[in-house]
């Protein structure tokens, strides 16, 4: 069983280091729109301090959002969609072993870039790294509950806009809790709740997004 | 081999509204193969994805060895291969690479000798270590079929699985038919061209209701 | 004669041409007396004077919106597990009157808002959840217009609902959490100091009302769908011609 998710993990990696330019994208468009808060609301510091944790979430939940529609959307094209799905292995875990990739290519080096944008931010030491466990405990939900929405797009015209629209509602928990980590630890009320109720949230979405996934896999293939 | 048996009873398919077909009924033994014919958009495609599995059907049911292909969705799909349109091939990838991660996502330990001997039969000394984006229409769906022969199915299900392909590899491919058969296989294909099929077992299917003209066997 | 004759579209169908007419009729009259007494009978309030009587309205129309999102996951639900064409076109029918009333919940809600709190909009718990509903409603009928396939679209509609029914609580949780962290105190807006039983009874009366309006509309939608996806049957056909 770890095997097959093994497989498929190895080979979603290899894919992705024979295709660099999309990874490098998505962390560009990420620094980007934090970028453009800045401009948009004034240099002041403690402004900036104020917003930074929710801008660089949702930033990050919108940048998680661009490479996702990709998925299953490749493999769909070419055909090997279809010969992974008919594979003796379970989708369940074909859906797994794809969003945890997707998280290893697109989630973990958005934890590298955040703390420089955190310092544009002006957030304190302590807030960047809360920040951190955050995105650490938030990115895989994005790449869970994002796998969902790619299933069900899966070849639609303007399907990249409509999986946005699909499961942006579904990642507000994450926003609320993972931005009100660093807003808690900021105003000194800690982040530990927070950070459990993140927990909690990623543990449902690991039970509960790989089965729907699949099944809507399913249902967009047939 | 022992024996298997893929059966069919009163199959129906419906694309949209149009009903495709219904009532359909055969049965495929080991050692047979089911050429299905018909015109474009008579639901050749849609009932090979029906027999895969991948689809569901209007109506009527699809055996293995006489149980639901639903209920026994493991022992199936590690008996069955199927080829579609798409190669299932990646562009990124060289032909071994692309063998090496189809098997490990088959759930199979990968044996790279065999796999590269494999290649080289169908042709593909030469593009060992190119990208499959190099490589023709034809090399790469030469890939495809290594894989169809790697993994070692009974069952191939295999959608026009000479487009593209050059006389020596429709020669080729007439040949591992038939060794695939000999060796107690089954095999059901659909094709627009003639196949040189001599000494074996072959049953016609015509899907929907326009007549086309006999394909030349022999 | 059982159960299952109706889940057959063809004496659904039927069924439904029959049931409609009690349930508008149904709602017309209970929306009128609804009416008579949030307007006529229920007492001027004394803190927020004639503009509270936007709640005989926002309540229900809140309290739907919600039901309305559980019963379509629950026709999901069933159409996924027992592959029932009958229930996925419920879940259809009902999604726009879900969304609708979705829609005038946060409109009477700002509405209200106005007077009450100086703004036409605050990010409180409710609305912002309510809004939030509106947007997975509007998910879901975009994502079935998406499709062209009806049985894929049946099917991945279901299955968003369901992950929405499943998330729809938790999103409520995080929203109120979110709330009293950043505005100290919720407005609670049912806190008016007890309110009188007339009110109450005003605002079930409406919520009724628009449960039989709900169903009455879904039922009409129902015909339609059933009509169209049936059209091939001699039965459809038969009823076509009787009509022209």
Redesign the interface.
């Known amino acids: 069983m770890h095997r097959f998710v093994l497989a498929v993990l190895r080979r979603d990696l290899t894919l992705a280091t024979r295709r660099r330019g999309d990874w490098l994208i998505a962390q560009f468009f990420f620094v980007m729109v934090a970028s453009l808060f800045p401009l948009g609301v004034g240099p002041e510091p403690a402004m900036l301090a104020r917003i930074g944790p929710g801008v660089l979430w949702v930033a990050a939940t919108l940048a998680s959002l661009l490479s996702l529609s990709r998925l299953f959307a490749d493999d769909h094209r070419d055909g090997s969609l279809e010969h992974m799905v008919l594979s003796p292995e379970p989708t369940v875990l074909l859906v797994l072993g794809k969003s945890l990739a997707h998280w290893l290519i697109y989630g973990i080096p958005l934890l590298l870039v955040a703390p420089v944008l955190g310092i544009q931010f002006n957030l304190s030491w302590e807030a960047i790294w809360v920040l951190e466990l955050s995105l650490l405990l938030g990115t895989p939900i994005l790449s869970l509950l994002g796998g969902v929405g790619a299933a069900l797009t899966l070849g639609l015209r303007g399907g990249g806009v409509l999986l946005t629209l699909l499961i942006l509602p579904l990642y507000v928990p994450a926003l609320i809790f993972g931005a009100g980590a660093v807003d808690g630890v900021m105003a000194g009320t800690g982040a530990e709740a927070h950070l459990s109720l993140l927990g909690a949230f990623f543990v449902l979405s690991l039970m509960i997004a790989p089965w729907i996934a699949s099944a809507a896999l399913r249902v967009s293939l047939e | 081999m022992s024996d298997f048996l893929l059966s069919v009873h009163d199959l129906a398919c419906a694309r949209g509204d149009r009903l495709l077909f219904k009532g359909m009924n055969f049965s495929l033994k080991t050692g047979e193969l089911l050429l299905v014919q018909g015109g474009n958009g008579q639901g050749k495609t849609s009932l090979l994805r029906l027999l895969t599995g991948l689809a569901r059907p209007e109506a009527g049911e699809v055996r293995w060895c006489g149980a639901l292909i639903g209920r026994q969705r493991e022992t199936f799909h590690a008996a069955m291969v199927y080829l579609g349109h798409a190669n299932g091939v990646k562009d990124d990838l060289n032909p071994v690479e692309n063998l090496r991660f189809a098997e490990g996502l088959q759930g199979r330990t990968f044996d790279a000798p065999r796999a590269v001997a494999t290649l080289e039969r169908l042709g593909l000394s030469r593009c060992l270590d190119l990208p499959c984006r190099v490589l023709s229409f034809g090399q790469r769906r030469r890939v495809a079929l290594a894989s169809l022969l790697l993994a070692g199915a009974v069952l191939w299900i295999l959608d026009e699985p000479l487009t593209g392909l050059d006389v020596h590899a429709v020669t080729l491919m007439e040949g591992l038919i038939r060794d695939h058969l000999t060796a107690g296989g089954m095999v059901v294909a659909t094709t627009h061209q003639a196949l040189n099929l001599e000494g074996v077992n072959v049953q016609r299917l015509l899907v929907g209701n326009v007549a086309i003209p006999e394909l030349a066997v022999n | 004669m059982n159960l299952y004759t109706y889940a057959s579209p063809a004496n659904f169908y039927r069924l439904a041409g029959k049931l409609i007419p009690w349930f508008a009729w149904g709602a017309g009259i209970l929306t009128v007396w609804g009416l008579y007494i949030s307007f006529f009978m229920a007492p001027t309030d004394f803190q927020q004077g004639e503009a509270y009587r936007i709640i005989f309205i926002h309540v229900p129309a809140a309290w739907m919106s919600m039901f309305i999102y559980m019963v379509m996951a629950f026709w999901g639900a069933i159409g996924?597990a027992f592959n029932t064409r009958l229930s996925f076109m419920m879940a259809r029918a009902l999604a726009p009157t879900g969304a609708m009333f979705t829609f005038v919940a946060l409109w009477t809600g700002a509405l209200w808002g106005k007077p009450m709190w100086g703004a036409w909009w605050v990010w409180d718990a409710r609305l912002t959840s309510e809004l939030?509903l509106l947007?997975?409603y509007?998910?879901i009928i975009?994502?079935w217009a998406?499709?062209?396939?009806?049985?894929?679209g049946d099917?991945?509609g279901s299955?968003?609902t369901?992950?929405?029914a499943?998330?729809v609580p938790?999103?409520y949780?995080?929203?109120k959490?979110?709330n009293t962290?950043h505005q100290g105190s919720t407005i609670n807006l049912m806190k008016a100091p007890s309110m009188a039983k007339i009110m109450l009874l005003g605002m079930l009366v409406l919520a009724i009302a628009a449960w039989f309006y709900t169903i009455a509309v879904a039922l009409v939608r129902v015909r339609r769908v059933i009509l169209e996806r049936e059209?091939?049957t001699e039965w459809v056909k038969a009823i076509l011609e009787k009509e022209n």
């Open positions: 996924l939030i947007f997975l509007i998910g975009a994502l998406a499709i062209d396939d009806i049985r894929r099917r991945a299955l968003l369901l992950i929405g499943i998330n938790i999103i949780f995080s929203v959490w979110w962290l059209r091939q």
